[in-house]
């Protein structure tokens, strides 16, 4: 009898545990919940952390994220309007607004990833076909060159771009934001991670880029060559402005001196020679000594300035 009752408070005991553990469950802050009936959903979803209640064995609990969730889309190649063949890689950030309609479109985050992708990749296509590749590269609308002391009016000009890749993102968010919405997805954020060329173009690609670099940087020695031609100029002008005003200062000191020894030869005569005079002499004698010498033969008509000094000259055994 004994054992019998023993088994039957074993077997109750089981079953209250087993009422209780498919009685009480527990949400956690990150978390939030959607009950189900045989399938279908009941009541409100509920949101707040903490012990709750339901039927057991009849209503299901489907616990749902609450949290911020990523999404890294695949590499995809994709043309452009100018038909140019890119890798598009894409991420985004997205959370789970509207748990009800979440549970009843999607099911689970595996089916959400999925449709993530159909989505999200769909609109990145539509929105790189319909715009230029240097409107999906370039970020800034309004991208000014680098100024520096080489440049000048004609250096490089970016092409105008209307849109900008930014922009581009934008659209693609807006789009898919939405179309997810109705799945009880919040869209919260998507970038173009890597924008790569395709394999096959890429080298005519990044060859056209060596040119044009190679030509930017023609442009520049070309300047560099320009400025330092222009730098010599005022160089060599400079130097020829001092050497002149030299030579203007050597001439006019030599005159000083000149001037000087004349007074002080007048001086040392007595006066009887005013200095214009005296200064004749002098530099007639030093003509003397570099025109005449013992081979010389001179003929002087006798109104010769230098005939006026010979003509009142004697030979030493001449004079008394």
């Not at 991670?193 to 020695?221: L, T």
């Amino acid at each position: 009898m004994k054992k019998v009752v023993g088994f039957i408070v074993a077997v109750f005991v089981i079953l209250v545990l087993l009422f209780l553990t498919g009685t009480v469950y527990t949400v956690r802050e990150d978390q939030q919940v959607v009950l189900t009936q045989f399938g279908k959903p009941v009541g409100d979803p509920i949101t707040e952390a903490g012990i709750h209640f339901k039927i057991p064995f009849i209503v299901k609990v489907n616990m749902i994220e609450k949290r911020v969730l990523a999404w890294d889309g695949m590499s995809s190649q994709m043309p452009t309007r100018d038909k140019t063949y890119i890798q598009v890689d894409t991420f985004a950030r997205w959370q789970i607004s509207d748990p009800l309609a979440y549970l009843k479109g999607l099911r689970d985050e595996r089916t959400a990833l999925s449709r993530l992708d159909d989505i999200l990749g769909s609109e990145t296509r539509n929105a790189v076909a319909k715009h230029d590749l240097i409107e999906v590269v370039r970020s800034t609308k309004d991208r000014q060159p680098e100024q520096t002391d080489v440049q000048t009016e004609s250096d490089i000009d970016f092409e105008p771009i209307q849109v900008g890749r930014r922009a581009i993102e934008q659209m693609v968010f807006e789009t898919a934001k939405s179309k997810l919405e109705v799945l009880g997805i919040t869209l919260l954020d998507l970038r173009f991670k890597r924008i790569n060329y395709n394999r096959d173009v890429a080298p005519d690609i990044y060859q056209r880029m060596i040119s044009e670099r190679q030509q930017i940087a023609e442009r520049f020695r070309s300047e560099g060559a320009g400025e330092a031609a222009r730098t010599m100029g005022k160089m060599e002008l400079e130097v020829k402005k001092i050497e002149s005003e030299a030579y203007r200062k050597v001439q006019s000191i030599l005159g000083e001196a000149d001037a000087e020894s004349t007074r002080i030869y007048a001086e040392a005569y007595g006066g009887s020679l005013d200095r214009e005079s005296f200064y004749e002499f002098v530099k007639t004698l030093e003509a003397y000594e570099d025109i005449l010498d013992e081979k010389t033969t001179v003929i002087l008509s006798t109104d010769s300035e230098l005939f006026q000094l010979l003509k009142g000259s004697k030979p030493e055994a001449e004079k008394p």
